[in-house]
């Protein structure tokens, strides 16, 4: 596993993020704690997750297997439900104490909020860092202009400032290619990636008009069969690309991601330790230009703007923020 900068922080991370969205879920706290292992076996300190994942249980049972081991990982959470300053405060507390923890490495903002006030916000992720319950701050799912709004506000304060922005990112979603990923680069903002198999569209386990399998997160998630409807053809000769380089399709769809300049590491989430080492393969996966273009343009995806698919909430979103 090598290692990446976790953007202006100089931190050194490993450039796979463990998500942990699944433990508690689709994951008992057994098979956590084997995927959490076969992942630092492997080179992983970089782990993910949030206050909100199932109901709070994930964070609980992270509690209970990071023992031992917290050292030895980067960690991030991220407060979810409201940006209020108290809630900030507050939540740290709920997920400092479900884990166990004294602090964390990087917590960050879920989710913009309509009417969201910035300048409490980010005074409060302030707080938060000052009293050494997280080293680092930043958001998720926040389009550029929030991110350099934020940053202006903590420049100008002398606050700390978001270092990080977690953003969905896939063969398939690729709004952040227009303004997100620029201004990763442009600025030294650290970009870590969900999603990279479309909630496992990417993984070849879904065959075209074929039945959902039961065992799957396409069985309750809508969007899944709608993507496999609208991106079958793209699918199939993406399946096919990886079985002619004897690639698992979850391996060729995470290398992908990795490659894209400006990412600075995919969150690979699995429901299975076997999921976990069919995946870790990715990051010994070298494309070529060609090939990386070549997988890029069987989906028909392109980025018209950056709403196609991602953000498409905050379009014309005139009362995100309270001025
Ligand atoms: N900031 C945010 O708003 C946000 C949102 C979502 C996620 N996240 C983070 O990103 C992480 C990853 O998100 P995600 O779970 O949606 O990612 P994903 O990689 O798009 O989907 C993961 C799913 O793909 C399937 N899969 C994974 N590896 C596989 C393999 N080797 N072979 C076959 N199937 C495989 C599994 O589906 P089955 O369970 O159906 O088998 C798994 O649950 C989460 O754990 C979380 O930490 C953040």
New binding site residues.
């Given amino acids: 596993m090598k290692f990446a900068t976790l953007g202006n922080t100089g931190e050194k991370v490993s450039e796979m993020?463990?998500?942990?969205?699944?433990f508690g879920l689709?994951c008992d706290e057994t098979e956590s704690d084997r995927i959490l292992a076969t992942a630092m076996d492997a080179g992983v300190n970089f782990i993910?997750?949030?206050w909100s994942?199932a109901e709070g249980r994930t964070e609980e049972i992270l509690g209970r297997i990071l023992k031992g081991r917290r050292e030895k990982l980067f960690v991030v959470t991220?407060v979810t439900r409201s940006t209020d300053g108290d809630w900030i405060r507050r939540s740290i507390d709920e997920s400092l104490r479900r884990m166990q923890l004294d602090y964390v490495d990087l917590y960050?903002i879920?989710?913009p909020r309509p009417h969201m006030r910035p300048v409490e916000m980010m005074e409060a992720l302030n707080d938060v860092v000052r009293a050494g319950k997280t080293r680092y701050v930043g958001c998720?799912?926040f389009p550029a202009w929030l991110l350099a709004h934020c940053n202006a506000i903590a420049q100008r304060e002398g606050w700390a400032p978001l270092v990080c922005n977690?953003?969905?990112y896939?063969l398939i979603e690729r709004g952040i290619e227009v303004e997100v990923l620029p201004q990763a680069v442009a600025e030294g903002i650290a970009i870590t990636t969900?999603?990279?198999?479309?909630?496992?569209?990417?993984?070849?386990?879904y065959g075209s008009g074929e039945i959902i399998?039961e065992?799957?997160?396409?069985s309750s998630d809508r969007r899944i069969p709608a993507w496999l409807e609208k991106f079958g053809e793209g699918l199939r000769r993406f399946n096919q690309f990886a079985a002619e380089r004897s690639l698992?399709p979850?391996?060729l769809a995470?290398a992908w991601v990795r490659h894209t300049p400006g990412v600075t590491a995919p969150?690979?989430?699995?429901?299975?330790r076997?999921?976990?080492e069919?995946?870790l393969g990715a990051f010994d996966v070298t494309l070529s230009d060609a090939e990386y273009q070549t997988i890029a343009d069987m989906f028909d995806a392109a980025v018209k703007e950056e709403s196609g698919g991602n953000f498409a909430h905050l379009r014309r979103a005139f009362d995100l923020v309270d001025v």
Avoid at 194 to 205: E, H, I, S
Avoid at 267 to 272: A, L, P, R
């Fill in positions: 993020c463990l998500g942990t969205m699944m689709r993910d997750t949030a994942y991220k960050l879920h989710w998720s799912n977690q953003v969905p896939n969900y999603r990279p198999l479309l909630m496992g569209v990417l993984a070849g386990k399998p065992d799957s997160r396409g698992h979850a391996q995470i969150i690979v989430g699995v429901s299975s076997r999921q976990l069919s995946s």
